[in-house]
T-cell receptor
Framework: KAGVTQTPRYLIKTRGQQVTLSCSPI?????VSWYQQTPGQGLQFLFE???????NKGNFPGRFSGRQFSNSRSEMNVSTLELGDSALYLC??????????????FGAGSRLTVL | GQNIDQPTEMTATEGAIVQINCTYQ??????LFWYQQHAGEAPTFLSY????GLEEKGRFSSFLSRSKGYSYLLLKELQMKDSASYLC????????????FGTGTRLLVSP
């Protein structure tokens, strides 16, 4: 079956611009999570959506937002980009169970460079 | 606060055994995951521990001690393709999908 698909894979923006990243989860997975990966901080949780509702949120400013559509596809948006937003943004999907091993399957990521 | 510690880098030779340690302090505990990430690729799931003890899966094993806040990933019969970053992550009681990751251990396997 197809894996988690993220688009675009690479993008370059300038400070102050906004960006939208897209994620298509594995068929049947209703939970989509977003993580930011940087060399110094590792993977940091941004937010998680389940059935079009934000279920969990990390400690990122309000410039970072997301949404999920009825087909479970998700988008995340970063407004007023800052240099520090340069990172690999990883999307992960799972069944979204509330117990047991909720294994996340990650996409290849969207590498954002802010100049 | 929540904190996951693991060594930054380790080296080993082909055919050897290596143990990657992970210590954690989190608000609640709902399981510990290990992921493997090759450079430029997505992290892939290796193992999950929720109860104390050893889980074995082929060349890879993972151990958990909840009372000590400690886990390790054991890789046997190392191969060159095992050169990658190994990420320790904990699911706390703030949300099953909200994993707290360590910064990862880069493992370099030499011939």
């Amino acid at each position: 079956k197809a894996g988690v698909t993220q688009t675009p894979r690479y993008l370059i923006k300038t400070r102050g611009q906004q960006v939208t990243l897209s994620c298509s989860p594995i068929s049947g997975h209703r939970s989509v999570s977003w993580y930011q990966q940087t060399p110094g901080q590792g993977l940091q949780f941004l937010f998680e959506y389940f059935s079009e509702t934000q279920r969990n949120k990390g400690n990122f400013p309000g410039r970072f937002s997301g949404r999920q559509f009825s087909n479970s596809r998700s988008e995340m948006n970063v407004s007023t980009l800052e240099l520090g937003d340069s990172a690999l943004y990883l999307c992960a999907s799972s069944l979204g169970q509330s117990s047991g091993a909720n294994v996340l399957t990650f996409g290849a990521g969207s590498r954002l460079t802010v100049l | 606060g929540q904190n996951i510690d693991q060594p930054t880098e380790m080296t080993a030779t082909e055919g050897a055994i290596v143990q990657i340690n992970c210590t954690y302090q989190t608000s609640g505990f709902n399981g510990l995951f290990w992921y493997q990430q090759h450079a430029g690729e997505a992290p892939t799931f290796l193992s999950y521990n929720v109860l104390d003890g050893l889980e074995e899966k082929g060349r890879f094993s993972s151990f958990l001690s909840r009372s000590k806040g400690y886990s390790y990933l054991l890789l046997k019969e190392l191969q060159m393709k095992d050169s990658a970053s190994y990420l320790c992550a904990v699911s706390s009681n703030t949300g099953f999908q909200k994993l707290v990751f360590g910064t990862g251990t880069r493992l370099l396997v030499s011939p």
